[in-house]
């Protein structure tokens, strides 16, 4: 098992940044693959990014690339999540997640689940 702790979030004014933090424990942080979700009032759990246990492979929803960038200290057992040029779509309760599989886009594919931090982007 692996147990997830997130970091950061909060209030941002728009075009602002934040950086999400999760740090693992549990079993060996480099076998699983780390994922961020997000979800706002009223509306389903959704993809943000996830990374391959190696760290070599990143993949993020279409509609964040080039704002937001996934990565992952396997020496730490933390992955990072940095949010650039935030709008106030962007506002939802953001999660990380682990499985100890491939990549994949799909929360249901995950197994273990971070508390989830407050992002609120105000215009």
């Known amino acids: 098992q692996v147990q997830l702790a997130q970091s950061g979030g909060g209030l941002v004014q728009a075009g602002g940044s934040l950086r999400l933090s999760c740090a693992a424990s549990?079993?060996?942080?480099?076998?699983?693959?780390m994922g961020w979700f997000r979800q706002a009032p009223g509306k389903e759990r959704e993809f943000v990014a996830t990374v391959a246990r190696a760290a070599n492979v990143t993949y993020y929803a279409d509609s964040l690339k080039g704002r937001f960038t996934l990565s992952r200290d396997n020496a730490k057992n933390t992955v990072y999540l940095e949010m650039n040029s935030l709008k106030p779509e962007d506002t939802a309760v953001y999660y990380c997640?682990?499985?100890?599989?491939?990549?994949?886009?799909?929360?249901?594919?995950?197994?273990?689940w971070g508390q989830g931090t407050q992002v609120t982007v105000s215009s």
């Open positions: 549990g079993r060996t942080f480099s076998s699983y693959t």
């Open positions: 997640a682990a499985r100890d599989s491939i990549t994949s886009r799909y929360p249901d594919d995950y197994n273990y």
